[in-house]
């Protein structure tokens, strides 16, 4: 089945610095991919579409500027966290379908980032 | 986005049906029903999902009401690994980039 792959699960940075996190599409094309963070015991929140071949929509009051996101080709969208702090520190997923839209969503295990 | 609702949590004994219960009644004919499950600290993962007539496949049912307002997720023998937060989404299908909205889910407890 349609496997979508996150990396890393898992990283600590420092305060101030940049962290990439990639979302993979293992098995199928995805000209949309969608990026989520969860804080402790709550839902997901919707962050941004990443489209291929241009600019992602972010959803409203995401900073763009902050989460950088890039959807180079059609198997692979990254989100940079800029000048990360700890408020920061969530678990990031991102997601993505292989057929049209009344298909499913296959989701990435997900990226713990811990800012120290 | 079409809101769903959902009970706050559940609790179910192992081997037995679970029905999970969803309210929309602001659906709209393009919506479709989607259910996600998520198991703590991975990514939610697709159960099933439906327009109007009801669905099964290997993981569960889907009970659809004929008004479409409600829905029901129907797991026929919980397992211990069944134990998740369970999300009831409305997907549009002619929504601009056919997002996945999240609302807060159902905890459902497996007592074994």
């Known amino acids: ?116 | 986005d079409a809101k769903t609702t959902q009970p706050n949590s559940m609790e179910s004994n192992e081997e037995e049906p679970v029905h999970l219960p969803c309210n929309h009644s602001t659906i709209s004919g393009t919506d479709y029903i989607h259910w996600y499950r998520q198991l703590p600290s991975q990514g939610p993962e697709y159960v099933i999902h439906g327009l109007t007539s009801n669905v099964n496949n290997r993981m569960a049912s889907l009970a659809i009401a004929e008004d479409r307002k409600s829905s029901t997720l129907i797991l026929h023998r919980a397992t211990l690994r069944d134990a998740a937060v369970y999300y009831c989404i409305l997907r549009d299908l002619w929504e601009y980039g056919n997002k996945l909205v999240f609302g807060a889910g159902t905890i459902l407890r497996v007592k074994s």
């Open chain 1, 1 to 116: 089945g349609a496997v979508v792959s996150q990396h890393p699960s898992w990283v600590i940075c420092k305060s101030g610095t940049s962290v990439k996190i990639e979302c993979r599409s293992l098995d199928f094309q995805a000209t949309t991919m969608f990026w989520y963070r969860q804080f402790p015991k709550q839902s997901l929140m919707l962050m941004a579409t990443s489209n291929e071949g241009s600019k992602a929509t972010y959803e409203q009051g995401v900073e763009k500027d902050k989460f950088l996101i890039n959807h180079a080709s059609l198997t692979l969208s990254t989100l940079t966290v800029t000048s990360a702090h700890p408020e920061d520190s969530s678990f990031y997923i991102c997601s993505a379908g292989d057929r049209g839209p009344d298909s499913p969503l296959h989701f990435g295990n997900g990226t713990r980032l811990t800012v120290t």
